[in-house]
């Protein structure tokens, strides 16, 4: 009996189950059809907010639900340069994204719009000139595709665009303006903030989302450079400038993009050596620093010509570009010094720093600190042998400090000698440039006529692997003079030029030095002292 009952409940219960599968059959197949027919009327869409204006900007963005109602979604925050993206879900045929923003005008927004309105002058029209102050709110509402009033509590309405609008007692009417669609996918929009008339952007209607991440990049630098520039401007006006380019600029794009042209330039740096900028180079960097502006390049030159480990013995490298050259190109400059606000040279100095450098082959500043140096090292010696010998006779102890009678200059206090001498010499050559000039020429030729006045002792050593008689002492003295013509040529050039212009400078000076050479060698059996000629 037991099992019979337990039969017929086994049976039950599976024809129970199998009723359920059947039931769970149908009731998912409704499921899956219900889910289609809501697919098919819900949609995902997204929307891209992008700020290249210059301040922060705070914006609230509304998708249409219906032909009478738009949903206000919270504010958010956008820095310049930033993007944000937002995923929203709306029935087929709604969805539409409309955008309302606002900036807080800042320090760098005001100065920003400022060199806008000067950049553009009478050619803006007043309708779209803008005029703000510190602290005021900038609304971007665009062109006003939907006016919303928005209360305290989020609630909105939605009003026609007419310009006599009101809203109830509590909200605040705000215009939003629709965002461009994608052309290759509908459901994608994107709304940008720009600084007014001022675009950095490259959409179009037809493609919004055209070189989006590079205008964002160029606003974020856009923004880096204003900062920069407002401050360099601040230290310019604080002190004086003692070095220029020796070129005329001109920021035909104004500070807000990169690039100052040159409208013309000096023939010659202050070295006399023929300059590489030209006119029409427009300079994107100057010692690997962006350029936007006048003041970029202003400021680096003075941070240059006063660091006591570059000044005017190390080149300017400025990145430049030309037709020749789209991709830029790096070419070497030298500084000029502002006469108005550094002591000029005088004639005595001017010859002095000539003659010197053309004797020193152009290292007259490093030899005159390195001299006194070791003048004073032989100065030290010599105070600690008489205080040797003192203390020796006086039977005394040996006075140590006598060892430091002339005391030496410090690392920092050497390279800063070196560094005042070298920028004295270039003043001279720049202010006073025939003294200096003329001097240089008798300091290189007069190694040739101290030879001449030694006789034949001085170029001994030369004449030996020549032969013996006036034609080997020219031919010596030939070869002597074009030795030291190109050291000089080679050490003296002008700071970062390049070792094959500075071989050709030699060789341009040969033909002059070995005639010199040779005609100061046959001379030496006339015009030496007989005691230097006799045989030893």
């Known amino acids: 009996m037991n099992e019979k009952r337990l039969a017929i409940i086994a049976i039950f219960a599976s024809l129970m189950a199998f009723a359920g599968l059947i039931w769970a059959y149908f009731e998912i197949k409704d499921l899956r059809d219900l889910q289609q027919k809501l697919d098919s009327k819900i949609q995902e869409s997204s929307l891209t907010v992008c700020n290249f204006s210059t301040a922060e900007a705070s914006y609230a963005q509304a998708i249409r639900k219906s032909e ?35 900036v807080k005008v800042t320090d760098t927004w005001a100065w920003a719009n400022s060199k806008i309105n000067e950049f553009h002058g009478s050619a803006l029209k007043d309708a779209y000139r803008l005029e703000a102050n510190i602290g005021d709110s900038i609304e971007y509402s665009g062109t006003q595709d939907a006016l919303l009033c928005i209360s305290a509590n989020g609630a909105t309405e939605i009003r026609e665009p007419v310009s006599d609008e009101t809203c109830p007692e509590g909200a605040t009417l705000h215009g939003f303006a629709l965002a461009g669609r994608s052309r290759s996918n509908p459901q994608e929009w994107v709304h940008i903030f ?46 004086k400038d003692i070095a220029y380019l020796g070129a005329k600029l001109t920021d035909t794009n104004s500070p807000l993009s990169p690039g100052v042209e040159i409208e013309s330039a000096m023939a010659e740096n202050i070295f006399g050596w023929a300059q590489a900028m030209r006119a029409g180079d427009i300079i994107t960097a100057i010692n690997g620093k962006p350029v936007f502006g006048h003041a970029d390049i202003f400021h680096e030159l003075q941070e240059h010509a006063s660091d006591i480990d570059r000044g005017i013995d190390a080149p300017i490298v400025l990145t430049i570009y030309r037709v020749e050259c789209p991709d830029s190109c790096p070419i070497n400059a030298s500084y000029f010094f502002n006469t108005h606000n550094v002591p000029q040279a005088g004639d005595g100095e001017a010859i002095w720093w000539g003659a010197s450098n053309g004797w020193l ?53 050497y390279k800063q000698c070196i ?53 080997a002492r020219g031919l010596a003295g030939a070869a002597l003079e074009a030795v030291e013509t190109a050291l000089w040529s080679l050490s003296s050039s002008a700071p970062g030029t390049a070792l094959l212009d500075r071989i050709k400078a030699a060789g341009k000076a040969m033909p002059l030095a070995t005639g010199l050479g040779f005609a100061t060698g046959t001379l030496l059996e006339s015009s030496a002292p007989k005691s230097l000629l006799r045989r030893r």
């Open 361 to 413: 082959f152009g290292q007259a500043p490093l030899a005159s600190c390195t001299g006194e140096e070791i003048l004073k090292g032989a100065g030290n010696i010599f105070a600690g042998s008489l205080e040797a010998l003192e203390s020796w006779l006086k039977e005394r102890p040996f006075n140590k400090d006598k060892l430091e009678t002339f005391t030496y200059r410090t690392k920092e206090e």
């Open 68 to 102: 009478r109602r738009l949903q206000v979604q919270q504010y958010y925050y956008l820095g310049s340069g930033d993007c944000r993206s937002t995923k929203y879900f709306h029935h087929t045929g709604y969805g539409e994204p409309y955008v309302y923003g606002r």
């Open 419 to 471: 560094w005042t001498r070298q920028q004295r010499a270039a003043i001279s050559r720049q202010t006073q440039k025939d003294y200096y000039g003329n001097a240089e020429l008798l300091g290189v030729i007069g190694p040739g006529g101290i030879r001449m006045l030694l006789g034949k002792g001085a170029t001994r050593a030369a004449t030996r692997a020549v032969g013996k008689g006036a034609l």
């Open 194 to 239: 720009e600084q007014p008339n001022w675009a950095l952007s490259q959409g179009t209607p037809e493609d919004p989302f055209f070189g989006l991440s590079l205008s964002a990049s160029r606003a974020r630098t856009m923004l880096g450079a204003i900062e920069r520039q407002r401050t360099l401007e601040a230290v310019l006006n604080a002190k």
